[in-house]
Structures are given as C-alpha cells and as structure tokens.
C-alpha cells in the first residue's frame, strides 16, 4: 500500500500541502487525510490534491504533528520565492499582499470571488501550485 507524500509549502501567513501521490492511496487513506484537514478547520481541494490551513507552522512543526496522527506520510518541504506585490483592496484581508494571503482563503477567493482581481487570484493560486 502506497504511503501518502506530502509537500510542505510554507508562506507567510498559513502553509499548504500537496498531496503528490493521492491518486494511488486508498479510500481509507483519504478520509483519514481529510479527517486531518477538518479537524485544523482546513480546505481540501481535490482539484489541485491540495490542502490548506490557516496556521503559522515551521515544516518541523507540521511533521510533528502528523506524526501525532495515525497517519504514515513522507514528508517534504518546498521553498517558494514571493511572486508579486499586489494588495488586497476589499474584506478582512485589506492592505495586505495577495502573496501573504491564508491558502484556505485564496481557495475561497477562487469559488467565491468575482471582482476585478480575479486573474491576480489565479496567477497566485498558479504559483502556489494549487
């Protein structure tokens, strides 16, 4: 049985974690990967095998708690450079950079949000692989 990889991408405000193999765990392993995710009040999004929490947490940090899980994962950190400058200019995320914007609210953006920074939203969801 396959063991679920994970890749730790870490930014500002929050982390995300691709889930490089999820297509050769099982049904059990993906429950289990998505109870982790709810219990943090986290996003999962099945298009991009990504996950999302709202919490500052170092890649020590994070392998330690899954290793207070049931969960058996390898896990992988992935250093990323800042790709643009732009502001928020609306919502409880005002006057901050989009590259320092919460992963689980970037996805939210991207179901929910319409305005004229659409393509901002998805040119940092593209760099951040999600």
Same mark, same amino acid.
């Given at each position: 049985m396959a063991v679920p990889y994970f890749i730790f991408t870490k930014f500002a405000n929050s982390f995300s974690v691709h889930v490089k193999n999820l297509e050769e765990l099982c049904v059990e392993q993906i429950?289990?990967?998505?109870?982790?995710?709810?219990a943090r009040k986290g996003i999962f999004?099945?298009?991009?095998?990504?996950?999302?929490?709202? =919490?500052?947490?170092e890649f020590n940090e994070f392998v330690s708690l899954v290793q207070r899980t049931s969960l058996e994962a390898t896990c992988e950190e992935k250093i990323i450079n800042i790709q643009q400058?732009?502001?928020v200019e609306f919502g409880k995320y005002k006057g901050m950079l989009y590259c320092d914007l919460p992963d689980s609210y970037l996805l939210w953006l991207k179901s929910n949000y319409?305005? =004229?920074d659409r393509d901002i939203v998805e040119a940092e969801l593209k760099f951040r692989s999600m």
């Open positions: 429950r289990d990967i998505e109870a982790f995710v709810s999004d099945f298009n991009s095998y990504t996950f999302a929490i709202q =919490k500052r947490l400058r732009e502001r319409m305005g =004229k």
